[in-house]
């Protein structure tokens, strides 16, 4: 299929080519015709899957058509400056990338649009808002701030779109989201994604989304495709050295390290970068300037490595990310796909490659069940570990699924999976 055959209009189809995209990727083969006919929709995508796209160019299409033919059901036009569509996502990332890809896809439109998140000054936001904009991407803290100055009108959205529903959950924005939607005009267009459908999540869904289309591109809970998962077993206290030892072994760039924690992931980017690797940490208590900078900075290949929280990476969009390490395994095993998530993307094959000691046999039990596979581990010469690794037997009728594939190399054994 070809981006033609979906009813886009010509403004649209131009700024798609000079991305360089011809096909459409499954989300959006399936989300663009239910939402340019004005179809809530909920839709199961996990990033990397193009969902951002997915629903961005139905919405651009909606806000410009007027009468042009039997797909587009046009929004209405409003002679206010008050924004007709509203994306609310979980962090502020995720709040820039997804501007971003308006301002991209929306280049030949003449729409005009706003990222509105903390961190960041208020009033430059403010005078923005004032001027009037089309589509307001917000993360829920900062929009509840200009709600509560008055300073945003949201009595003319006609289209809410929930980005990564299930991070909202697990952030702990359900009620600040309950309560910007009381806010909304009743009648409204809702469009939902998530990576995962926990029960929370779909109970969000029952009571926003109305008669919703549903569409699935990844298995609930399905890693990214073509992403080769290995382990290396090591003690906690050798975990450093032997990343610094991959480092210069293989001349890694373009690396996104793990860590449970903001001490953890500054104190490991404190040692990467006293070791001559060029590194910047990502996480909650840095400063947005310094978050945008690091993220620029590890995108223009200036770093070899960007260590990370797992709430401050949620969202990261980085073509063709080479490599994730999780330095840590996290303790929520549905993290461990997000984390895999930022490297494989968009067809392109990735690894991750995990560190592993003897005090994190459980969360890797987890991640495998969660797989449903077992994942290949080695030992790297010179950094056996002096603990015992053995993984406790799995619970009586919850084996994992499948033997692990043959580990012919120490960490580029490829496990292909796919989901579709
Ligand atoms: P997302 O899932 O929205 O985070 O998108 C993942 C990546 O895929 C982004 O870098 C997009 O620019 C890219 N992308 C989106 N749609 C397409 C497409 N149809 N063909 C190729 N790449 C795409």
Known sequence: MQFSELGLSAELLRAIGEQGYTTPTPVQQQAIPHILAGRDLEALAQTGTGKTAAFVLPILQRLTAVHSGPTSSPLQKVTHTAPRVLVLVPTRELA????????????????????????VGINPQIQTLRRGIDILVATPGRLL??????????????????????????????????????????????????????????????????????VEVARR??????????????????????????????GWHQVLVFCRTKHGSDALARKLEQSGVRTAALHGNKSQNARTRALADFKAG??????????????????????????ELPNVPEDYI?????????GASGEALSLVSSDERIQLRDIERLLKREIPASVMPGFEPQHNHS???????RPPAQKPAPARLEFTCKTKITNR
């Open 96 to 119: 820039a990338q997804v501007l971003e890809s308006v301002r991209v896809y929306g280049a030949h439109t003449g729409l005009r649009s706003l990222a509105v998140f903390g961190g």
């Open 391 to 397: 993984v406790p037997r799995p619970a009586a009728g």
């Open 145 to 214: 701030d200009h709600l509560g100055q008055r300073t945003v009108d949201l009595s003319k959205v006609q289209t809410l779109v929930l980005d990564e529903a299930d991070r909202m959950f697990d952030m702990g924005f359900i009620r600040d989201i309950r309560r910007i939607i009381e806010r909304l005009p009743k009648q409204r267009q809702n469009l939902m994604f998530s990576a995962t459908f926990a029960a929370e999540v779909r109970e969000l869904a029952h009571t926003v989304l109305k008669d919703p289309a549903m």
């Open 338 to 346: 997000h984390r895999i998530g930022r490297t494989g993307r968009a």
């Open 302 to 327: 200036k770093l070899a490595a960007l260590v990370a929280t797992d709430i401050a990476a949620r969202g990261l969009d980085i073509d063709s990310l080479p490599r994730v390490v999780n330095f």
């Open 221 to 250: 809970n399905a890693p990214a495709e073509l992403v080769a998962h290995t382990v290396i077993k090591v003690d906690q206290d050798q975990k450093r050295d032997l990343l610094l030892h991959l480092f210069a072994a293989h």
